[in-house]
């Protein structure tokens, strides 16, 4: 789903959990306790899932098929349908009981799962409002269960929970067993844009007709898993599904002149098209840019037409974990074929004449391209289609997501509506790898699907245009939340109903979190591998935290403990205060004897830059030859709004590798002092940790001749001190001014302590005469004041 950062969903109560945070393991102490290992935190590995983050040698989920008939009655906004439901046990527990969802109850007076936030008295009230505060509807809604019978139609016992229905089994289903039962069911259609929810229908005045989005629709397995049991915590709303994977067969009645828009593969279009659209459809396989299957001139025939005839349509999906649809003889439908990982994927969109001028042009190119960039990160897509409808929403479902981005009257947008619709097209169709394929449980983690989808997402977007205004993902735009008083914030480890403000914690938080992994701390190849295996390792399957913090170690060699603890168990912020700056330089008068060992340092040298600040994923971008923007590639993409600022700016960060040889016993004549040393000076730096979160410390360099140099330290300079740090360092150029994450990666909230400038005189250090003499070399060598003078 897509939530728009502006919207604060304030929960009544915060959880009670105990977290990390508040599990020191030397307390009182300033170390051994943010670098400490994860240890009991995480469970305990098994059989079914590995310490190294992968699936077990017994690992093992459920599976459910659904062959399903229904239909939708127009008239009364009512849908009716049977479904026969075939549930495989694959688990080595007997089952008494089988658990499903019925969503939506969610708009039931009686059946509502009754969780209840605090409301406050308005300063005024329309009629909506009224009816609301009263608690009336215009009729009732929720699912009524007609019936529930075996395979041979004898009644089986059931009970309903709120938004969940027991079905109990007349013998034991045992491991390996199968058990197939049918349900009979109707809804009444909810008026989606009144009442809220993720499907319903909207009503379009002028034109009289509706749009339905068809989720959430027909009684859903609950998952029974290794870690949990039966995962049937009531549906509140907010946090969203977890769900088995299975085989779909679903036939859909509906009004004659509608176009159906369906998870899977339609298996008659030869009898729902007509000749011409068939005819489109049959052309568009093999067509180089997005053709109208049904075009703008018939959907603007069919909205006055009104059909009264009835038209079915079936779909096939395999290995899904849900399905969804959309209806309407409003849509516009277009489609082209995309070539990812060497497959053909047909993507395609549909929408209402409403939202032409930008679906027409942008949103079958985005789907292509996300599933493109997707593929990349992850595994490749494994659907044969992909498709965006417009619906005035963002919500995702396996192959199928619902969208926004309507045009003005006059069929321009703005530029804020264009980037808004690209970015919701990009995150819903990108919802197919999270949770759709890599199906973790949305009702318990937001962020395992939310945050890492947000992640991805925001790869893609920079990925689509160097220029795109990325939301979710650049450090500093995390900043204003990561600032805010405790009691506003919780962790990411935190149950999806006790999140106060879903965006940030959910979503742009967790994103945030995996690109400071990716560009400042493990680096884009090391990141990429340990992601990448993750989303193989899981993909079909149901991951939890834990294989996700393992596998990305597993699969990296970097021991990530302390960041997991920080930024995801923990509400701590990053805030390193630049304390205090010594300088040192060389004294020239008197040369005393002295021996110090010899000893090698790696040390991170960036050529100038010339912006104050630029977003470091931008500039990495640009500067990989490998990287082809979607709107180079296809300048078709381009458009009013399309501007391209070639400002290169340069960072070189490769590690060079220092040896500081011993000293000997000799002096040096001042001639020679002044040649090695002559115009050096040593900086000594003090940082304290005042936010608590441990981060790499970036410090950029600014000398006298407008010049900067960047040194990065990384994380574990804090592992002896987790509160204060001292680093020492020499500079051949006069420094004017000194400050930390230049380029704004490391989230730190007080930017007000990061930088210093030089007011003080220097003390004087002395200079001791090598014992080995090394080689002169290349620049960049082993010897840092050679390469220094050469600077
Ligand atoms: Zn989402």
């Not at 008295?121 to 505060?133: G, L």
């Not at 089994?169 to 009442?195: H, M, S």
């Not at 060497?342 to 409403?354: I, L």
């Not at 949305?442 to 990925?463: A, C, H, I, K």
Request: proline residues 5%; aromatic residues 12%.
């Amino acid at each position: 789903m897509m939530k728009r950062l502006t919207i604060l969903l304030l929960l009544a109560f915060a959880g009670m959990l105990t977290f990390a945070q508040d599990i020191k393991n030397n307390p009182g102490s300033n170390h051994g306790n943010r670098f400490e290992q994860l240890g009991t935190i995480l469970p305990t590995p098994n059989e079914y899932r590995t310490a190294s983050g992968a699936p077990g040698p017994k690992y093992w989920q459920q599976r459910c098929d659904y062959d399903i008939t229904c239909e939708l009655d127009e008239p009364n906004r009512r849908l009716n349908g049977k479904e026969t439901i075939t549930y495989f046990n694959n688990s080595p527990n007997t089952l008494t009981y089988l658990w499903l969802q019925l969503d939506e109850n969610q708009h039931s007076t009686t059946n509502n799962s009754g969780y209840e936030n605090s409301s406050f008295m308005p300063k005024s009230v329309n009629e909506q409002d009224i009816n609301r505060m009263e608690g009336k509807r215009d009729k009732e809604y929720g699912v009524n269960i007609l019936k529930v019978t075996n395979a041979l139609g004898t009644p089986l016992k059931y009970s309903i929970n709120k938004t969940m229905m027991r079905v109990e089994l007349p013998q034991e289903l045992k491991p390996g067993k199968t058990f197939v039962f049918k349900i009979d069911w109707n809804y009444n259609i909810i008026e989606r844009t009144r009442f809220g929810g993720r499907g319903g229908f909207e009503f379009f005045p002028e034109d009289g007709n509706d749009l339905y989005t068809m989720t959430q629709w027909y009684p859903r397995l609950c998952v029974y898993s290794d870690f949990q049991g039966w995962q049937n915590h009531q549906f509140v709303g907010s946090g969203e599904f977890a769900l088995t994977f299975g085989n779909f067969k679903v036939a859909m009645t509906v009004p004659a002149d509608h176009i159906v828009m369906s998870t899977g593969v339609a298996q008659n279009y030869d009898k729902v098209l007509t000749p011409a659209q068939l005819k489109r459809w049959q052309a568009a396989q093999n067509a180089k840019e997005v053709t109208e299957i049904s075009t703008l001139e018939e959907a603007k025939t069919r909205e006055k037409q009104k059909s009264t005839q009835k038209k079915t349509w079936i779909f096939k999906a395999d290995m899904v974990r849900d399905f969804a649809w959309g209806s309407s003889r409003k849509f516009i439908w277009d489609a082209m074929p995309a070539m990812v990982e060497g497959k053909k994927v047909m993507c395609m969109s549909a929408y209402g004449k409403e939202a032409y001028n930008l679906y027409r042009k942008y949103s079958t190119k985005a789907v292509a391209h996300t599933i493109k960039t997707y593929s990349k990160f992850t595994i490749p897509y494994p659907y044969p289609v992909a498709q965006s409808l417009e619906a005035a929403n963002g919500m995702e479902y396996p192959m199928i997501c619902f969208n926004f981005g309507r045009c003005e009257k006059d069929g321009t947008y703005s530029e804020g509506t264009k980037n808004g619709m690209l970015g919701v097209v990009i995150h819903e169709v990108g919802h197919n790898f999270f949770p759709m394929i890599i199906n973790s449980d949305e009702r318990q983690w937001t962020w395992m699907d939310e945050g890492l989808n947000s992640f991805v997402e925001y790869l893609s977007e920079e990925l689509w245009d160097n220029k795109f205004p990325v939301g979710k993902g650049p450090a500093y735009k995390i900043v204003d939340y990561m600032k805010l008083p405790k009691d506003q914030l919780e962790p990411i480890m935190t149950n999806s109903e006790n999140i106060l403000q879903f965006g940030p914690n959910a979503y742009s938080k967790p994103a945030t979190g995996l690109n400071i992994l990716r560009e400042t701390i493990m680096g884009r190849d090391r990141f990429d591998y340990a992601f990448k295996e993750y989303a193989r390792r899981w993909a079909f399957r149901h991951p939890t935290p834990a294989d996700f913090f393992r596998t990305m170690e597993d699969a990296s060699a970097e021991d990530l403990d302390w960041f997991w603890r920080g930024w995801f168990y923990s509400t701590d912020a990053c805030d390193i205060s630049l304390d205090t700056v010594k300088w040192s330089v060389l004294n020239d008068e008197t040369v005393e004897a002295q021996k110090t060992e010899e000893k090698t340092i790696i040390q991170n040298v960036a050529k100038p830059i010339q912006n104050s600040f630029d977003d470091i994923s931008k500039i990495r971008n640009r500067e990989d030859k490998m990287i082809v923007f979607a709107t180079d590639a296809d300048t078709s993409l381009r458009d009013f709004y399309w501007r391209y600022d070639r400002g290169l700016a340069k960072v070189d960060t490769t590690p060079v590798s220092v040896t500081i040889p011993a000293s000997s016993t000799e002096g040096y004549s001042n001639e020679e002092k002044m040649k090695i040393a002559g115009g050096k000076t040593m900086y000594e730096l003090t940082f304290s940790n005042k936010g608590g979160l441990v981060m790499p410390i970036i410090i950029e360099w600014t000398f006298k001749d407008g010049t900067k140099e960047i040194n990065r330290i990384g994380v574990n300079v804090w592992r002896k001190n987790e509160n204060k740090v001292t680093k020492t360092f020499m500079k051949s150029k006069e420094v004017v001014s000194i400050k930390l994450d230049p380029m704004r990666e490391t989230a730190d909230i007080n930017e007000g302590n990061n930088s210093w400038p030089l007011t003080q005189e220097p003390s004087k250090f002395k200079l001791f005469r090598s014992k080995a003499n090394t080689p002169r070399g290349a620049a960049g060598g082993n010897n840092p004041m050679q390469r220094e003078i050469k600077n």
